[in-house]
């Protein structure tokens, strides 16, 4: 899931957070800078769905942006999950 102003990668259950601790894990696991890079491209287009003035307020982005962003948001989970290979389960948890 994306967090507003960053951190995309979380644990999901004991066994990580063991391994990894809390907050968020992107830095931690060995990624490439490709993938990287297109995380952060996506965190960064994520917080522009925020009214950074007053957030409980509705945010700049319209249906049309919000389905754009999920479908590039789950093609990259597709391209995350490969990365990672089966050690891990990466669940998308849109906000």
Not at 22 to 43: C, H, I
Request: hydrophobic letters at 35%; one cysteine or more; charged letters at 25%.
């Amino acid at each position: 899931m994306f967090e507003w102003g960053g951190g995309s990668l979380w644990c999901g259950n004991e066994s990580a957070s063991r391994k990894f601790d809390v907050g968020p894990v992107e830095d931690k696991l060995s990624l490439s800078n490709t993938v990287l890079e297109r995380l952060n491209a996506l965190s960064q287009w994520h917080d522009t769905a925020l009214n950074w003035e007053y957030p409980p307020d509705p945010g700049p982005w319209g249906p049309d942006e919000y389905a754009k962003f999920e479908t590039e948001a789950l093609a990259f989970l597709s391209e995350l999950q490969a990365e990672l290979g089966p050690d891990f389960e990466v669940i998308y948890e849109p906000n």
